[in-house]
């Protein structure tokens, strides 16, 4: 282990020599000469107090650079707060500028710090180092080796940090000694996993969902009746738990192995007339996981049978805990058939009196009911392809020469490129020195394959060369780019074949990579990911609504309401559609649970599908999906400032400036009070002459959507405190064009008739993700001539993305 250690000590001083010293030096850019207005506001308002002479509060103003952004920024930052709370120029000079005069110098001081921000990200030395998401990290070595690692388990790999919704910016993703633990511990993990001790053998185990044993009392009674062999298991309450999945139960029949196993319920699911299907939700309570969840729809004499694929890291001999719940929101009963003692078989058997009644006279099921048959697992699952790589990396030789095979095989494919010479000889010398300790064979090379793993070149994405200054990339590269983008893991063989043989930058094999890659399941992926990060999905839930406002909410709803964003960019993407879309559409992805939500009938099947929408469903385009429009919420109300904020971001580019550090906040209606509603009280923001600009131009965004309450709901009323009726709402606005809306329909309409804006945007938040830094002033040319491609293409989505990957931009660091 001290050998692993001083290897990685090794790696993170190459790369901080590598990445060189974080200050960013202004030098690098060329100078932005202050702007005129910005330096007349100065002179007349500022100087006279804060010069060499007076300097008040040992604050000067007449040295600042004109690198605004770049150097001096935080005297920047505070010229540019003061400024904006009022507290400067103050009240007793002679001279004030208007509300519009400080909130222009307000926005230019602020547009300049992103700029210096963007630039700060976005430095590259000769090589510049990526690290690897945790799901980049986990989808690679499954790639790699075969396992799947668990690494948002307790004690996995730290959640990654974001920018603005984005978890793959290099400078963001940065690395600690406690990070290091962590790899170290990963990839013994995953190596021991991979290559056992003892060979763990596949091995398949089933059993009936209950058992009947001889002390039972009604044992003799079933036998008679021939039923010993039909017992099953009802879920008829969302408080009952199913705790017999373990089909490893003798001594014969023992757990195998870590792994990943497959495992088979047969099951029937009851539905109620006018209810909702019983939700089979499969668990491991101790890692607190969910292995499995889906609604189940299927007469108790035609059960139906579900497969999924969950992994275990237990060792031998200790299975795991899978747990069933039937999630269907009935309250629990004292009186279930789990603490009746009667075993059951079927619905149409009579109950006990004292049992609950789940069935109605006709025999109907009153409740969603989940009958659970009978369980199988198999596993360890293991791959022909999987299996013959981890041969192909730990043979059974055991020469030093065999070794060095094996490890360059490994390496090699790690690290995503050719070997360095002598490169290898760092991971050999922990071999032997492990082999001189007296460890045993094999486990010395599993020793040189844990610093592999815990190497700068296979956690980080590198570009560049050390010896050269080098804008392109090369074509290993650009293979390791383009796949994780698409697949947020390593190329496969036929990427890195054409690495090889210096074919990948041809445009013609790009494209058909492209198209290939797009084509294959491991896309999901990317219509994933960057759907939840360019939309900051991954902050839906993170203000829990109140359960006693919103009674209807719960853990499947946020699911499913993330499920239809991401299903949306999917089929958007799948299907040609274009910019317009996430916009505005006539049609939406939905599930059961989300068609409930909405008020739309007819979607029964348990997974999400396209549906028409009609007027009266107040849907339509990406703006009115409960993820977004509860994400800009607080889990008690709607929030039209967070929701303006939020639309200018990701879908206009335009990042509003800070608001003041002193502005109170909206206070609730007192009870008796007359209802006011939150737009009534933003009207006190508009008063005031320090938040008027920045709110003209943010809140018409927000409001267009008050309709929608903080949960995405429609309403006609805003339901608040005080005393009267519930207010109506007005979603009406103007913007500061002039332009006005009635509702959010109209507003949409005016979105599109400025598609250009939104197609810049949306291409800059593409290649944010794709580049793994953020845009500057330099890549605006090349920008440019994407959003120019996908104007001739119409703006079609996978037009756009191909038109990205087959750009200079993407084809350069």
Known sequence: MKQIVAAWLIACCSLAAAQGDDEFDAKEFDPKELDATVGGFIETHCIECHDQQ????????????PKVGFEDTPRWVEIMERIKSGEMPPDDAAEQPTADQRAEIVEWIAARMKEGESARLAKRERVSYRRLTREEYVYTVRDLIGVEYDASDPGGLFEDPQWHGFERIGSVLTLSPSHIEKYIKAAEVILDEAYPDEPIEYREAGKRAMEIKETHHHFQRLKAEGLLDKVRAPLTTSGQIY??????????????????????????????????????????PDL?????????????????????????????GRPPKIY??????????????ATSGIPFITTKHRRAPWQMKITNQDGSPRYPILIIDSITMRGPMVTKQEQRRRDEYLTTETSLDTVSESLSRFARRAFRRPLYDRELETYLEIVRGELEAGESFRNAVKTGMVAILCSKSFLFIAEGDEEAERSELNDWELATRLSYLLWSTMPDDELFALAENRQLRHRAVLEEQFNRML???????????????????RKVGMFPPDRNLYPNYDDYLEQSMVGESQAFFAEVLRQDLTLREFIDSDWTML?????????????????FQRVALQPQNHRGGLLTHASVLSLTSDGTRHRPVHRGVWLSEVFLGKEPPPPPANVDPIEPTPTDAPKATLRMKLEAHKRDPN?????????????????????GQWRTHEKVEGTGEDPPVDASGELPDGRTFANAKEFQQLLLADLDAFNQTFIEKLAIYGMRRTMTIDDRERLSAIAEISREKDYQVRAILEAFVLSDLFQQR
């Open 519 to 537: 084509a294959d399941p491991r896309a999901e992926r990317f219509m994933r990911s960057f759907s939840s990060q360019w939309l900051n999905l």
């Open 591 to 607: 599930n059961p649970r989300l068609a409930r939500f909405y008020g739309i009938p007819g979607v029964v099947d348990d997974r």
């Open 691 to 711: 938040c008027a600009s920045c709110h003209q131009k943010i809140d018409p965004l927000g409001l267009a959507f008050d309709h929608y309450n903080a949960i």
């Open 324 to 337: 069933v719940t039937n999630a269907n929101k009935v309250p629990n009963h004292p009186r279930t058939n």
């Open 243 to 284: 705790r017999y999945s373990n089909p490893w139960r003798s001594p014969d029949l023992k757990f195998p192995g870590p792994g990943v196993y497959e495992i088979s319920y047969t099951v029937s699911g009851l539905k109620p007339d006018q209810g909702i299907a019983p939700r089979m939700k499969v668990t491991e």
């Open 54 to 65: 007076s300097a008040s509060g040992d604050f000067r103003v007449d040295n600042l650079s």
């Open 288 to 316: 607190d996981r969910v292995l499995f969840e889906r609604d189940i729809i299927a007469p108790e004499d035609d059960p139906v049978t579900v497969t999924f694929q969950a992994h275990f890291s237990n060792p031998p």
